[in-house]
C-alpha cells in the first residue's frame, strides 16, 4: 500500500473526517520501565483523541532495540495483525516512536492500514489547529521537514506539481525530482517565514518599555485559561492538547504597573525536533520576555516529567535562566484524586507545605499552588507576579518603576 501525499491539497487537514479507530503500539526498550512506557501511550491515546481517533486497544513489547525493517518483532506483528483482522473497523495502527518510511512502507503492507508515528500525529493535530498564515507556514514547513528524510515510497507523481516535461534533468530519477520539489517548497516557506518574523518584531519594538510575562509550560496544564483570568480577555481554551498554537499577547495592568503578558505553544515530551525549529519564530515572545510563568498540572503524575521537558525546550531556546516562578496549577483537581476525605484543613496545609518546599528544592525555583478554575490562590499568586515584574522595572527601567514605589 502506497500513500499519495500532494502539495497543493489545501482542503484535505487532518486525519479523517470522520472518527477512526485505531491500535496503539509501544516498545519497551532496556532503559525503560513499562509503568513509563503506559503512562507515554495514556498521552498517545489523549493524542489520538484529540486528533479525532477512538483508541481500542494496546499493544507493548520489550526489546532491546527496534527491528530496522518492521521496528516491533515478527511475533508481535503477527498479533497485531491477526487482532485487526478479526475487528474490520480499525484501521489505523499509532506508534509511540518515530518510522522510516521503509518501516512505514512495511507495516501498511502487512497490516493493510493506515501506518501513523506519534510525529505524524502531533503534526496532524497541528494542521487542524493551525488558524492564522504564521501558524500555517509553521506547520506546513514542519511537515515537509519531516517528509523529507521517508520519501522514497511515501510520495507519487509530485513532478506534476511543477509541470514536469522541461523540469526533470537527463536521467533524473522519480525520488530525485520529488525531493528538488520539496526542497523547493521548504526554502519557500522559510522565507515566507523570516517576512512574518522581520513584522513581529516591528510590532514587538512598538510596544514600548514595558516588561513581559511569558506563560510557558507542557500542553494542557491551563495556561490559556490563566491568561483569560489574569488579562480579563477570552483567548480560546479546551481540554484538549494544543489548544493554542498562536502566541496571545495582552497588557496587564496591577496596581498601576503595566506589563505584557502572553500565551504560547504547549510543549510534550517527545516534540519532533523539526517542529521546535519551525516554531522558533513564534516562540521568540518567549526568548524576549523578562519573566517565565511556568504553568504546571500538579494533578498529574507525571509532572515533575513535564516539568523536565519544557526546562529541556527552554534550554534549547536559551531561555533557561530567565527569572521564573513555577505555577502549579489545578491544586483542587490534586486534592480531589490525592486526599482523603476525612483529611481536615490543618493536615492539609502541612502536606501541602511540604510539598512545596520538596518542589522548590528539587527544581530550585520559588512556586505557588492555586486553581485557575476555582481562583483559589489567585490572590497570592498576583502580589508574587507584581512584585517579580516590580524588580524587573527596577533592573531594566528604573526611572518608570519609581512612580510604582
Not at 306 to 328: G, N
Not at 362 to 381: Q, R, Y
Request: charge should be neutral; aromatic fraction near 8%.
Amino acid at each position: 500500500m502506497r500513500k499519495e501525499w500532494s502539495l497543493g491539497e489545501k482542503d484535505n487537514k487532518g486525519i479523517a473526517k470522520s472518527t477512526e479507530y485505531a491500535v496503539l503500539v509501544g516498545v519497551i526498550l532496556q532503559n525503560q520501565t513499562e509503568e513509563l512506557v503506559n503512562e507515554h501511550l495514556d498521552e498517545l491515546e489523549f493524542l489520538a483523541q484529540t486528533a479525532g481517533a477512538e483508541c481500542v486497544k494496546r499493544f507493548t513489547q520489550k526489546l532491546t532495540h527496534p527491528d530496522a525493517r518492521t521496528f516491533i518483532g515478527k511475533g508481535k506483528l503477527e498479533e497485531i495483525r491477526e487482532y485487526i483482522e478479526l475487528h474490520e473497523n480499525i484501521n489505523m495502527v499509532i506508534l509511540d516512536d518515530d518510522l522510516s518510511g521503509k518501516q512505514v512502507n512495511i507495516l501498511e503492507e502487512t497490516l493493510k492500514v493506515k501506518i501513523i508515528d506519534r510525529s505524524s500525529l502531533i503534526l496532524d493535530i497541528f494542521a487542524r489547529r493551525a488558524q492564522t498564515a504564521q501558524a500555517k507556514t509553521q506547520v506546513e514547513l514542519a511537515q515537509l521537514q519531516y517528509l523529507l528524510p521517508r520519501l522514497r515510497g511515501l510520495w507519487t507523481h509530485l513532478e506534476r506539481q511543477r509541470g514536469g516535461i522541461g523540469l526533470r534533468g537527463p536521467g533524473e530519477k522519480e525520488i530525485e525530482t520529488d525531493r528538488r520539489i520539496v526542497k523547493d517548497k521548504i526554502a519557500q516557506l522559510k522565507e515566507r517565514l523570516q517576512v512574518i518574523d522581520r513584522q513581529n518584531a516591528t510590532q514587538r519594538k512598538t510596544r514600548g518599555e514595558l516588561i513581559r510575562v511569558a506563560l510557558v509550560g507542557y500542553t494542557n496544564v491551563g495556561k490559556s485559561t490563566l491568561m483569560n483570568l489574569l488579562s480579563k480577555s477570552e483567548v480560546f481554551a479546551e481540554n484538549k492538547l494544543f489548544a493554542t498554537l498562536d502566541t496571545t499577547v495582552r497588557k496587564v495592568v496591577f496596581e498601576d504597573m503595566p506589563f505584557l503578558l502572553s500565551d504560547t505553544v504547549g510543549f510534550i515530551r517527545k516534540l519532533p525536533h523539526h517542529l521546535v525549529e519551525s516554531f522558533k519564530s513564534t516562540l521568540d515572545e518567549v526568548r524576549e520576555s523578562d519573566i517565565l510563568l511556568h504553568v504546571v498540572d500538579i494533578a498529574h503524575p507525571q509532572h515533575e516529567d513535564h516539568i523536565r521537558t519544557v526546562d529541556e525546550t527552554l534550554r534549547d531556546l536559551h531561555a533557561q535562566d530567565k527569572p521564573t516562578l513555577l505555577v502549579f496549577n489545578k491544586i483542587d483537581l490534586y486534592r480531589e484524586l490525592y486526599y482523603d476525605a476525612f483529611v481536615d484543613e490543618e493536615a492539609r496545609k502541612e502536606i501541602e507545605d511540604g510539598l512545596k518546599g520538596n518542589l522548590r528544592y528539587l527544581f530550585g525555583k520559588d512556586n505557588i499552588f492555586l486553581s485557575a478554575v476555582t481562583k483559589e490562590g489567585i490572590d497570592e499568586f498576583r502580589q508574587k507576579l507584581t512584585r517579580l515584574v516590580r524588580e524587573q522595572y527596577v533592573i531594566r527601567y528604573p526611572y518608570r518603576a519609581a512612580q510604582w514605589k
